[in-house]
């Protein structure tokens, strides 16, 4: 399995963004989280969505901000950004894992990763 991120970009306060998580193979398998870092800081967890079931999970940060969804005929899984901050300006990951939680999101239980894309509000 192999993992391709896309859709960064420099972007303006309050504005929106879409990132893609493209996927080598079916992904209804696997629980397909979204991370974030900054250099000099740990990685942060986002967003999951296991690809069959569900359950997503938002950080505090992207509650009633972002979106995450899938879409396996496509084997891709999405990240519908709103409302951007300049702090949510980093190089966001996607990755897959088994395990989904509606509650937590350990960047340990993820396995696969992507390149990264960056992501930068600024006015």
């Known amino acids: 399995l192999q993992l391709v991120e896309s859709g960064g970009g420099l972007v303006q306060p309050g504005r929106s963004l879409r990132l893609s998580c493209e996927a080598s193979?079916?992904?209804?398998?696997?629980?397909i989280g979204w991370f974030r870092q900054v250099p000099g800081k740990e990685r942060e967890g986002v967003s999951s969505i296991h690809v069959s079931r569900g359950m997503p999970y938002y950080s505090d940060s992207a509650k009633g901000r972002f979106t995450i969804f899938r879409d396996s005929t496509k084997n891709a899984v999405y990240l519908q950004m709103n409302s951007l901050k300049p702090e949510d300006t980093a190089t966001y990951y996607c990755?897959?894992?088994?395990?989904?939680?509606?509650?937590?999101?350990?960047?340990?239980?993820?396995?696969?990763w992507g390149q990264g894309t960056q992501v930068t509000v600024s006015s």
């Open positions: 990755a897959a894992g088994f395990v989904c939680s509606p509650y937590a999101l350990p960047p340990g239980a993820f396995y696969i």
């Open positions: 193979e079916n992904l209804d398998a696997y629980c």
